[in-house]
């Protein structure tokens, strides 16, 4: 689901998502 929106701009972000999940 995620390799569709593989954005080089949306790549930080999902990281960041991930890290202010945890």
Do not use: H, N, W
């Amino acid at each position: 689901v995620y390799e569709r929106k593989c954005d080089p701009s949306l790549q930080p972000a999902i990281m960041v998502l991930m890290f202010s999940i945890k």
